[in-house]
């Protein structure tokens, strides 16, 4: 499966609004779980692997074209690694993830 680009309907949006399209590849299983791992340093494929626990190696696969193909991670001689893009994309998630925890709280 492509990834998602702006301009070309994804789910929510039928327009291909940006914002709409982050959240389309994001939203695909394990993309945050690589990314947030990612965060911590760079990985090599079976290193990953075991910090996602329970991912598959197909899932993994896929997840780190799609996301080398979108710029936010990247493949060097110590594994992948976020992009600059990349690390700019979580210090923004970052507050979301903080503010999602309170609000888990509030819904109990």
């Known amino acids: 499966m492509p990834i998602p680009k702006p301009g070309s309907p994804v789910r929510g949006s039928k327009t291909g609004a940006p914002i709409m399209v982050l959240f389309d590849l994001l939203g695909r299983r394990w993309a945050m779980g690589i990314i947030w791992n990612l965060n911590k340093g760079p990985a090599p494929f079976q290193v990953l692997k075991a910090k996602c626990e329970t991912i598959s190696p197909t899932i993994l696969s896929t997840r780190l074209k799609e996301l080398t193909e ?10 992948y690694r976020l992009t600059d893009e990349g690390h700019e994309l979580f210090v923004l998630l970052k507050p979301l993830g903080d503010w999602s925890k309170k609000w888990a709280k509030s819904i109990k």
């Open 70 to 79: 979108a710029h936010i991670i990247e493949r060097t001689l110590d594994g």
